[in-house]
């Protein structure tokens, strides 16, 4: 009897651990990317320079989609655009299985993200209606994500899957050449944040490459994906107008309670400055006069807001 109720018990514990899913997108989770990109329009006498700026992307909250859950990224301005016009900084995500979907405002409806129960050989395809510059109808491209090899890894004392894929890409673009992507369980992929769609840059610019720097969560820890800081950033000599702390936003106090304060040395007089929630319900709009901006936020309820000029996001926080 007592070997039978053994034999049960790890026939259950076998079973259990078999359909555990994949882990996603859970608390406190954090990414820091690169952003590289060779110009010359913004360099005086003209000339290609190249800069490497630093984002970050992270998980901030939770809210219902159709009666689903769904989790809240923050991010920069995402990608549907060959020049970035689409404004969208919020991206949801949903996870069934070993499947995780994601959706914004810039799609035409849930995608899937990654497919980590996709065995060797086998491939997942993600579309996304892209937008070419001066074409106003959206030109549906599919990304076909085909499994090359599968490993388990270990980081910070945790096992983890990896894929090892290779993306080609087909309708609007099919004269880009497939290029190879990594995806990591937690971790996502090693080159584009969202898989198989890009970012931009805080210059509003999408000719860039974007490599992971670092990932962290509140129970993973810190992971170094490269030898480089997570804060790593780095301008080539001559290009004078984006050194120092000239793509930086400035909020401050941070967390603030009655008034904020916020500079930013690129603004333009007359430009805008948004507050939106972690929904991405915009709360707040005011005309900036001058570089620096003073904000009553004591309506504001308590939590966590984003505050938006031209592509530069900022968080803080209200705590009362």
């Not at 882990?23 to 690169?34: D, I, L, R, S, T």
């Not at 972690?278 to 005011?286: A, D, E, F, W």
């Not at 939590?303 to 209200?318: D, L, M, P, Q």
Request: net charge neutral; glycine share 8%.
């Amino acid at each position: 009897m007592k070997n039978q109720l053994l034999f049960m018990f790890m026939l259950f514990a076998f079973i259990s651990k078999a359909q555990q899913s994949v882990v996603f997108f859970p608390q406190g989770a954090k990414w820091h990317y690169n952003f590289a990109r060779t110009v010359g329009h913004l360099t005086t006498p003209p000339g290609s320079k190249t800069y490497i700026l630093n984002q970050t992307a992270e998980y901030v909250g939770d809210t219902m989609i159709n009666k689903e859950p769904v989790k809240i990224i923050r991010h920069p301005q995402f990608d549907r655009e060959m020049f970035c016009n689409c404004t969208v900084t919020t991206t949801y995500i949903k996870q069934r299985g070993d499947t995780v979907f994601m959706n914004n405002a810039c799609m035409s409806g849930w995608q899937i993200l990654y497919n980590f129960a996709t065995p060797v050989g086998g491939h997942w395809v993600t579309n996304a209606a892209y937008l070419v510059h001066n074409i106003t109808t959206p030109t549906e491209t599919t990304f076909t994500v085909t499994v090359d090899s599968i490993k388990t890894i270990s980081i910070n004392n945790q096992n983890l899957k990896r894929l090892y894929t290779t993306v080609e890409i087909g309708g609007g673009f099919p004269f880009l050449p497939p290029y190879k992507e990594t995806f990591t369980e937690r971790i996502g992929g090693h080159y584009l944040f969202l898989g198989t769609t890009g970012l931009c840059d805080e210059r509003g610019d999408t000719q860039s490459f974007y490599n992971l720097l670092c990932y962290q969560d509140n129970t993973f820890g810190l992971y170094q994906h490269t030898d480089k800081a997570c804060d790593y950033t780095t301008y080539d000599v001559g290009l004078d107008e984006l050194k120092d702390e000239s793509l930086k936003l400035k909020v401050y106090p941070n967390p603030a309670n009655e008034v904020l304060n916020v500079e930013s040395p690129l603004s333009p007089k007359g430009g805008t400055i948004k507050i939106v929630d972690v929904l991405g319900k915009t709360v707040c709009n005011k005309q900036l006069v001058n570089q620096k901006t003073q904000i009553n936020v004591s309506e504001l309820q308590k939590g966590i807001y984003f505050i938006e000029i031209g592509n530069a996001v900022s968080k803080f926080v209200i705590d009362r």
